[in-house]
């Protein structure tokens, strides 16, 4: 009898390692445990067993039995198991779903990198005003009232009609200058980015409206030296490189002397392409010394104070940063465009 349990031990331990569906562990099922399974008929078996045996083979019957029920129930369990993965909705080897992240515009992500590099030296942020008077944006400034860039062609007017100034969209973010030294006393040093505009006709290189960043620094001694110093960092650390650059003269009316800023093309390295029109240079911002009739206009001493003021048009800049071929790609909002910065 014991040799007939290890025989039918050594049959299960066997027969388990073809257990692999439901078909076979059913059949594992009726030859081993159902009621005319092989187990029944060894229990059968046992009334006739010499009695000084039988609990050695009752003992050994029994775990038998016990490991074979065991590795049914575990294997239909393990079964199961995979059957549910298998029969749901879900196919695990899809890749994931992807959703599109949000990101800063690429004028914003502009505006700010330039107003962190120059917080970095001590210029101070501040907003100006999108809707300014004509004081503000041409007189305080200079520009008297026969100077072209007032005239209706160049510039948004809006309706003023019974009020006691003529209001109109600012047309540069210089006017900013004149409140923020109305409003304190030297030492100032910030930058003002934000929006302007300009009645142009709307072509790949103008649209009505666009961003600057101003800057103005006001203090004793300030000179121009230290406004080529200044703007030679500022390009240093927006553009990455050590590029050259020059100040040609040029004019403005709140600045004196005034002066336009070129880098290096740094997409020929200054050989000569299409982008730099073959000069070797491009231009990026206006700049100068403030004018002492600027300050007279703000209250400040231009015999004790000087200053320098800049102002950079930002799409103009990135146009030529990314080589975007059209400004209005700026304003379109194609994700296709947006999603490359
Ligand atoms: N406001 C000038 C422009 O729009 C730029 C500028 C700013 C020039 C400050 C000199 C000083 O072109």
Not at 152 to 159: A, V
Not at 174 to 190: G, L, N, T
Not at 245 to 250: A, D, E, V, W
Not at 309 to 317: D, H, K, L, S, V
């Amino acid at each position: 009898m014991l040799e007939n349990i290890q025989k039918l031990n050594k049959e299960i331990i066997n027969d388990i390692k073809s257990l692999k569906d439901k078909e076979s562990l059913e059949n594992f099922r009726i030859k081993y445990l159902s009621r005319k399974g092989s187990l029944n008929d060894l229990f059968e078996n046992f009334k006739n067993v010499d009695k000084s045996i039988k609990g050695a083979v009752g003992k050994a019957l029994n775990e038998l039995k016990v490991f074979t029920q065991k590795t049914y129930e575990d294997k239909q369990a393990e079964l199961d198991k995979l059957n549910k993965q298998d029969s749901s909705d879900e196919d695990y080897t899809l890749p994931g779903r992807k959703f599109n992240l949000g990101s800063k515009h690429l004028i914003t992500q502009a505006l700010e990198d330039i107003s962190s590099i120059f917080q970095r030296i001590g210029f101070k942020v501040v907003d100006g005003r999108e809707i300014e008077d004509e004081y503000h944006n041409f007189d305080a400034l200079n520009t008297p009232d026969y100077h072209p860039s007032r005239d209706m062609q160049d510039t948004f007017y809006l309706k003023s009609e019974g009020m006691n100034k003529r209001y109109l969209l600012r047309t540069h973010t210089s006017p900013a200058q004149v409140h923020i030294m109305k409003s304190q006393k030297p030492p100032v040093r910030v930058i003002i980015p934000g929006k302007c505009y300009r009645n142009e006709a709307i072509s790949a290189r103008s649209l009505s409206m666009f961003h600057q960043v101003e800057g103005l620094y006001v203090d004793k001694n300030v000179t121009f030296r230290e406004l080529k110093g200044t703007l030679d960092f500022f390009v240093k650390e927006f553009f990455g490189k050590d590029l050259k650059t020059r100040l040609r003269p040029s004019f403005f009316p709140f600045t004196e002397p005034s002066a336009e800023m070129d880098v290096e093309c740094y997409l020929c390295n200054s050989k000569g392409c299409r982008i730099c029109k073959y000069t070797g240079w491009l231009e990026i911002l206006g700049c100068g010394m403030v004018d002492p009739n600027v300050f007279k206009h703000v209250g400040y001493d231009s015999e004790e104070y000087s200053g320098f003021a800049f102002g950079m048009g930002i799409e103009r800049t990135l146009m030529i940063r990314h080589s975007v071929p059209d400004i209005r790609m700026f304003y379109e909002n194609d994700i296709r465009f947006l999603k490359q910065f």
